[in-house]
């Protein structure tokens, strides 16, 4: 792979569920692709949309004492290039390109394996965990220079490891990796070997040799079942139709940048009131009478939480599905749904879970007393 300039890619791998890359794309404003060739050979289909420019929000805060024209108006450009490569298909995308993709149609777990399977065990810079606990936390510590992960003190009876950063042992691969779903590379590279380079990844994602140093990973596990997965959703939706109980809550399923967000709501920004924080009572209500009697998987799945900053623009948007957290217990056997997925714990976990909520009630009604 010849070496070009550096640039910094995000690449997500699409999940096999279409036959070509105009498929991927949701359907609201779905902007036309335009095929990349480099001397015949065809690379990949590249979509960009340009929204409206338009004035940004923070300068009404000028408009009683200046004249707010001349601070012009702005428009964010958004671009996502489908690739096909050993014979999957990669996005890359470009400024908030992700937000053109159907929500869901890639694999949630792309940027970290591959970034487990090529930074070694002692390259990292920084993690993102959750934290299943009584409050559900999410967290980000980073590494004042690269170190073992074992330094980043993770309980692995209560932490799920969802993101990584670090130093590739390969340095064809970059000087940094970041990966949660979407693998972020800063590395040499010219358009015409990325074919070349989403292979290597893919190869890289595809290797289980992550285990060997990195065992615990998985010890939460992730349900692949599908007829388990469909019987858990059917015991959610139950819950979430009748009146949803204290093991059942709606979360933000990313780190956010709160000082940006100016609310949250269950439709398109342009219209839809918008919210302080994320609510299960708040969706319900933007319910019809016959859509909140009939709530099922499809519906939490094709509704969406957008989250908007203060000129209108969406930060962030997330399935409803996404946004649940939610515990179910069937034949004796705990499961936890949280950020679109299932997983099983085992009894020890559970029990760790439940004196964490335990210890935290007692100490809340000591403040009290």
Not at 181 to 206: G, H
Not at 219 to 229: F, G, R
Request: aromatic content about 10%; charged content about 30%; proline content about 4%.
């Amino acid at each position: 792979m010849e070496e070009g300039k550096r640039h910094n890619l995000t690449i997500l791998l699409l999940k096999e569920i279409y036959d070509t890359p105009k498929d991927y794309l949701d359907s609201d404003g779905r902007p036309p692709g335009e095929v990349i060739v480099d001397e015949g050979d065809e690379i990949g289909t590249i979509f960009i949309k340009r929204p409206q420019a338009k004035r940004p929000a923070w300068a009404s805060f000028f408009e009683e004492v200046f004249d707010i024209k001349k601070f012009g108006n702005t428009k964010h450009i958004l671009a996502v290039f489908i690739v096909r490569a050993a014979d999957r298909f990669f996005a890359l995308t470009f400024g908030h390109g992700r937000h053109l993709l159907k929500p869901g149609c890639y694999e949630e777990r792309f940027g970290l394996k591959t970034v487990l399977n090529s930074v070694g065990k002692k390259n990292i810079r920084a993690l993102n965990k959750k934290t299943f606990d009584s409050i559900d936390r999410q967290s980000i510590e980073q590494a004042s220079k690269e170190s073992s992960i074992d330094e980043f003190g993770l309980d692995i009876e209560q932490d799920l490891l969802r993101g990584v950063d670090g130093v590739p042992k390969d340095p064809r691969l970059g000087t940094n990796m970041s990966g949660k779903e979407a693998l972020s590379i800063s590395t040499r590279v010219k358009i015409s070997d990325v074919k070349s380079l989403l292979e290597e990844l893919y190869n890289k994602y595809m290797d289980d040799s992550y285990k060997e140093e990195f065992p615990w990973v998985d010890y939460i596990q992730a349900i692949k079942n599908k007829d388990l997965i469909h019987k858990l959703d059917r015991e959610m939706v139950l819950n979430l139709s009748s009146e949803p109980d204290e093991k059942m809550w709606m979360t933000i399923p990313d780190i956010i940048n709160w000082g940006k967000v100016h609310g949250f709501c269950y439709g398109r920004p342009a219209t839809a009131e918008k919210k302080h924080n994320v609510c299960i009572e708040d969706f319900i209500n933007t319910l019809s009478e016959e859509e909140a009697e009939h709530i099922s998987i499809e519906q939490l799945k094709n509704k969406q939480i957008y989250c908007v900053d203060y000129d209108g623009q969406t930060l962030h948007r997330w399935p409803i599905y996404r946004c649940i957290y939610c515990e179910v217990t069937i034949d004796g056997y705990m499961y936890l749904f949280s950020d679109g997925n299932w997983y099983a714990v085992d009894n020890d976990f559970i029990e760790n879970v439940q004196q964490a909520y335990n210890n935290a009630s007692s100490s809340l009604r000591v403040e009290l007393v």
